[in-house]
């Protein structure tokens, strides 16, 4: 089986990381459990320039490698690459974070998976050197049977394939949302994937 797996909000806890930094940054105080919008400039009433600091400490490598797992993510995802599953971390961080995301996937028992980076929501407008390293075009040629992820603004990305099983983390900014199909089930936790996805490579 292939298996796409989104990093932000589904490997780690980067929401509730955003929240301490908007506190900090700029007094904005919305708990994790109030943040009720993908955007974050939406979330924390931030200006352009606000949103572009607050995107840019977010990204840097210290931060980046600080944000705490998600509980379960790297046991559920080791046990696939064990089962003889191929799991691709497909995250929409930008090219210049990819270095330090590696290094958390590395850190947490995660050399096996792939990383790739893929502009899923227009984001070069916080950085003018922002790059990807996965062009459409090269994710429009991958494939895979399950994917995890977080962000209703994701789910275009999975409309080319009708047979995809998608488990979206539940996450206070996608409760409101409508599902685009029967496929898509509400995860609370990586034990509800867990029980979602075959663990072995046998049931591919
Ligand atoms: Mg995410």
Redesign the pocket.
């Known amino acids: 089986m292939k298996i796409y797996v989104?990093?932000?909000?589904?490997l780690c806890e980067t929401g509730r990381a955003f929240s301490g930094l908007a506190a900090e940054m700029f007094g904005r105080n919305v708990p994790y459990g109030e943040m009720e919008f993908f955007e974050l400039d939406r979330t924390f009433s931030l200006d352009g320039a606000q949103f572009a600091a607050l995107m840019a400490r977010g990204h840097e490598p210290e931060v980046l490698l600080s944000f705490e797992e998600t509980p379960g993510a790297s046991s559920v995802i080791c046990e696939w690459i064990a089962g003889g599953h191929d799991v691709s971390v497909i995250t929409g961080r930008p090219l210049s974070a990819y270095e330090p995301s590696r290094e958390w996937l590395d850190r947490h028992g995660l050399q096996e998976a792939g990383l790739y980076c893929l502009d899923k929501y227009g984001r070069d407008s916080f950085s003018r050197d922002c790059a990807f390293s996965l062009s459409l075009e090269d994710y429009y040629r991958m494939a895979f049977d399950f994917a995890v992820?977080?962000?209703p603004r994701a789910f275009k990305f999975f409309s080319h394939l009708p047979g995809l099983r998608v488990c979206v983390f539940d996450r206070p900014w996608n409760r409101r949302c409508e599902f685009p199909g029967e496929k898509y089930t509400r995860c609370f936790s990586w034990e509800d994937i867990r029980r979602i996805v075959p663990a072995g490579a046998e049931n591919a």
């Not at 989104?6 to 589904?10: A, N, R």
């Open positions: 989104d990093f932000d909000d589904c992820e977080d962000s």
